[in-house]
Each structure stands twice: as structure tokens, then as C-alpha cells.
């Protein structure tokens, strides 16, 4: 089983940078692709970025691309989410989650294709 936790969540002003960490506490899931989702209030969740197993491959939503980054260091068990520029649009819960079935395969931006998922780290952005 991966174990995922997320990290690096916080109340931030419009404008500022947020770094956030996705670590496997279990199994290592560095030969996986990894998702960064978000669910704000009301509204459905989102991908937001996803990387491949390498790190090699990218996918960003529109609506973060050039703002937003995801990394991985796979030496470490860790996935990044690099956020410059955050705008009040950006308040979610952030969910990192891992694509256990596609072992050294490549992204995918569509959450029914994930099945190890965290707990999620809240980002608040204010006006």
C-alpha cells in the first residue's frame, strides 16, 4: 500500500508562493505517475498538474499553467507542487494521489485513473 501525505498547505496573500510536498510513507511510489488535485467548497475536484514516473512528462490545467510546477525526486519519495502567483481562485484543498496500475507509465489529468490518494493539505489565498 502507498501512503500518502501531503504538506506545505497555509493562509497565503494573493501574489505569494506556496511549496507543496507529497510523500510516500509506505511503499515507494517513485515508479508511478503522481497527480496534484484540488476540491474547493461547492465545486468539484480538479487536476492541477500530474508528472510522469520519470518526472520526464508534464501536465498542467490552464488555469495554473506558467504559475504553477510539479517535480518529483524519486531518491527522496517526494512530489512537488511549486505555486507562484497565487490568486484567491486558487483556495482548495490540494490532494496529491498516485497511479499505482500504470507502474513506469506516464500522466494522466483524469482522477479515475488514480487509486492511492492522501488526505489533502488545505491553501487559503487572500485578496
Known amino acids: 500500500q502507498v501512503h500518502l501525505v501531503e504538506s506545505g498547505g497555509g493562509s497565503v496573500q494573493a501574489g505569494d508562493s506556496l511549496r507543496l510536498s507529497c510523500v510516500s510513507s509506505?511503499?515507494?511510489?517513485?515508479?508511478?505517475?503522481v497527480g496534484w488535485f484540488r476540491q474547493a467548497p461547492g465545486k468539484r475536484r480538479e487536476v492541477v498538474a500530474a508528472i510522469s514516473w520519470s518526472g520526464g512528462r508534464t501536465y498542467y490545467a490552464p488555469s495554473v499553467k506558467d504559475r504553477f510546477t510539479i517535480s518529483r525526486d524519486n531518491a527522496k519519495n517526494t512530489v512537488y507542487l511549486q505555486m507562484n502567483s497565487l490568486k484567491p481562485e486558487d483556495t482548495a484543498v490540494y490532494y496529491c494521489?498516485?497511479?499505482?496500475?500504470?507502474?513506469?507509465?506516464?500522466?494522466?489529468?483524469?482522477?479515475?485513473?488514480?487509486?492511492?490518494w492522501g488526505q489533502g493539505t488545505q491553501v487559503t489565498v487572500s485578496s
Open positions: 494521489a498516485a497511479r499505482r496500475s500504470d507502474r513506469y507509465g506516464t500522466y494522466s489529468n483524469d482522477e479515475s485513473d488514480y487509486d492511492n
Open positions: 509506505g511503499r515507494t511510489f517513485s515508479n508511478y505517475p
